[in-house]
């Protein structure tokens, strides 16, 4: 059945569906009934592509900007759906070659092809090649480092590597401890052209360093030639045949291998199509880590619609120039990269001196005022005299952009829904649930919640007795449970992992703690997994106490630490940089005057001791207990990021290598909190 959207009663509850413990089930208020696809023909990752073929044929498909003669980059690009269609033909019947004539192995299906490279049309190109052959793909992140690509590569037992030319030299440095690595194929040409009298190319050297390790080095270009001249007939997979292996982040321990089907890829992308709508006029930029679910499931949702999906050019420093130059419709974003652009929007509007400030306040107060009377995000007047300007940051063209893997901010969202005059929205998901789980509505006017299930899939609410979290709360409260054709099969090797994540209904258990609120909306409050438990008991929850301190635009990151020999938290701090100045200016000019650099501003104590008063303050507001505010702070100018092994490639927080990364800080931070008067509990 399907329905008007109503904003007041976003999900459906399935009648007679409640059990003692748990709510009953809850489902899209929309489309009541669970749906697997979104057109009957498609069933597999190629249907979804040759859908979008079907619409568009020849028109624009993939695009990446052409690097200029000068090393910079020009405009996009494109090859058509016709053209993809043929590399995609032609790199999937060479693979087999490969596999079967080069190789020696008679296998045509099952076969695990790994790939390791930032987003570009050739990592499309793969994943749809082994799509149509009946291969799957094993997705290594860009930015892992030696041990966790060993760790992958071992446990999935791929044998090829199709992967950009930078990590040929660490894959065959890597090569002893890969016994199961037998070819490498290149995603950029090893051909440098006509060789120089007297000169070996790099070409050469890194040709005769792989024979040397017993290892095929072959190239997509050369492989692509081989299968033109060599066709072979498609050979589909069945909808539960595996699509991908792909490992979690491995915020602790070693990462799982989530066993994604055709059938979850094919629902997953199926109930972001109708949540967010689309048709062929859109435009989506491809940045999101594609070894990451959510990267894949929005480029996935671009194909689907026959619209255009561009790449970025590889640097998220520049990310900026690839979304002028493309001027995207559609962009799937993550917070962080929203904190930066509100921090940057506000700066140099209502944050701004003078005129242009009180003049940005007023107009920001007109269209929120607008936004919770359900108006829109438009405004006659404000947008022409402001922020049809200020959405120009984002090219000017944005329709939808949808925000996931870690909460927003309320302030930020509405903020950013005003001033870049477009439509955002926040949803939840999983690896193991294909990525869409929940999301807003179009229309949505509040923030602060995560909207309703996706059609492809339903939720219920399971006690967390321990934690005092009811089912019969006067809002329903529990752990978040999925079910669906986007739930995945299991952990690859791993039964008991699979058990612990799977119940015999097929339930996901999410470990993340949920209500129902007044309007049918999901909101996450707390998590089941990742507790501490400090010295007197008390347990607390990290990820929800940091998401209040990055609220504050202080704070651009952080990290909260507890022991269970200690009665409090500690926490490590990376102030923003770019909001520091003004804030000094404004709150503390005798500091601001000292005119310091950030490293020296952040190891002097009156800046310690003003973050320090503002995460208490932001504790208080949103209502954390004492125990859960730090006691002791150490301010880090050098930001977390997959380069020093802090964050993950979809950038959470690695809370166990954080702990040993700052362990000398934090038995400081520790001496430093114990040595304070003791106060009454807040």
């Known amino acids: 059945m399907v329905n008007k959207i109503n904003l007041e009663k976003q999900t459906y509850e399935v009648p007679n569906s409640r059990k003692p413990g748990q709510t009953g089930i809850y489902r899209n208020g929309v489309r009541t009934e669970l749906i697997s696809t979104f057109h009957p023909k498609v069933k597999t990752s190629y249907d979804i592509f040759l859908h979008g073929l079907k619409l568009s044929k020849d028109r624009p498909c993939l695009g990446q900007r052409a690097v200029l003669a000068d090393g910079s980059r020009g405009a996009y690009e494109w090859l058509t759906y016709r053209q993809v269609h043929h590399r995609i033909l032609n790199f999937g019947s060479g693979l087999l070659n490969l596999l079967n004539h080069t190789l020696n192995d008679s296998r045509t299906s099952n076969v695990p092809i790994a790939v390791w490279a930032v987003n570009r049309p050739e990592w499309y190109v793969t994943d749809q090649a082994c799509s149509a052959y009946s291969l799957y793909t094993v997705a290594l992140y860009d930015t892992l480092g030696p041990d966790s690509v060993e760790y992958v590569m071992n446990h999935s037992e791929a044998e090829i590597v199709v992967c950009s030319g930078d990590h040929i030299a660490h894959l065959l440095k890597l090569k002893e401890k890969l016994p199961r690595l037998r070819a490498i194929i290149s995603m950029d040409d090893l051909d440098n052209g006509p060789a120089k009298a007297g000169v070996v190319s790099n070409s050469a050297i890194v040709k005769a360093w ?51 089907t055709h059938s979850n890829f094919v629902a997953a992308v199926s109930g972001t199509y109708y949540q967010l709508g689309g048709d062929s006029s859109d435009i989506s930029i491809s940045y999101l880590p594609l070894a990451h679910i959510f990267g894949r499931v929005a480029d996935n949702v671009a194909i689907a619609h026959g619209g255009r999906l561009g790449y970025f050019s590889g640097d998220m420093l520049t990310l900026m120039e690839d979304v002028q130059a493309l001027k995207p419709s559609v962009m799937p974003t993550v917070p962080r990269l929203l904190n930066r652009v509100y921090d940057k929007i506000a700066a140099s509007t209502v944050n701004a001196p003078g005129l242009v400030g009180n003049l940005a306040r007023r107009g920001v107060a007109a269209k929120l005022e607008n936004l919770a009377n359900q108006k829109g995000y438009t405004h006659p007047l404000w947008d022409r005299l402001l922020f049809n300007k200020v959405k120009q940051a984002l090219g000017g063209n944005m329709r939808v952009m949808i925000t996931g893997s870690a909460p927003i901010g309320k302030d930020v969202m509405q903020f950013l829904r005003v001033v870049l005059c477009c439509d955002i929205r926040e949803g939840y998901g999983a690896t193991e649930t294909t990525a869409a789980t929940t999301a807003h509505y179009e229309g949505e006017y509040q923030a602060g919640h995560l909207g309703a299930p996706f059609c492809s899939n339903e939720i219920k609410l399971v006690d967390v007795p321990d934690m005092d979290y009811l089912s019969t709360d006067p809002y329903p409260r529990g752990e978040i449970c999925v079910r669906g054709p986007t739930v995945f099969k299991g952990y690859y090797k791993d039964e008991e992992k699979t058990r612990e994540a799977l119940d015999d209904e097929g339930w996901y258990h999410t470990g993340d703690i949920g209500l129902i609120n007044e309007r049918g909306a999901i909101v996450i409050i707390d998590r089941k997994k990742n507790l501490l438990k400090l010295a007197q008991g008390e347990y607390v929850a990290p990820e929800k106490i940091e998401n209040v301190f990055v609220a504050n635009s202080l704070v651009a990151q952080v990290f909260v630490h507890g022991d269970s020999l200690e009665s409090s938290l500690v926490a490590v701090v990376v102030p923003d940089p770019e909001v520091l100045p003004g804030y000094l200016a404004a709150k503390a000019p005798k500091l601001a005057a000292e005119k310091l650099t950030f490293e020296q501003y952040c190891k002097h104590p009156e800046l310690n001791k003003i973050v320090m008063s503002e995460l208490t303050k932001a504790g208080r507001k949103a209502g954390l207990h004492g125990f859960e505010i730090p006691k002791a702070v150490y301010l880090e100018a050098e930001p977390f990021s997959m380069e020093n092994g802090l964050l993950t490639p979809t950038f959470k927080l690695k809370r166990h290598d954080a702990k040993k990364y700052y362990a000398t800080q934090i038995t400081e931070l520790y001496a430093q909190a114990n040595s304070q008067p003791q106060k009454a509990k807040l």
């Open 210 to 260: 792989a024979e040397e390790k017993g290892l095929v080095l072959t190239d997509v270009k050369t492989l692509e030639e081989a299968g033109k001249k060599n066709r072979r007939s498609i050979n589909l997979p069945q909808p539960e045949d595996l699509a991908c292996l792909m490992y979690t982040s491995g915020t602790t321990g070693a990462p799982k291998g989530a066993m994604l």
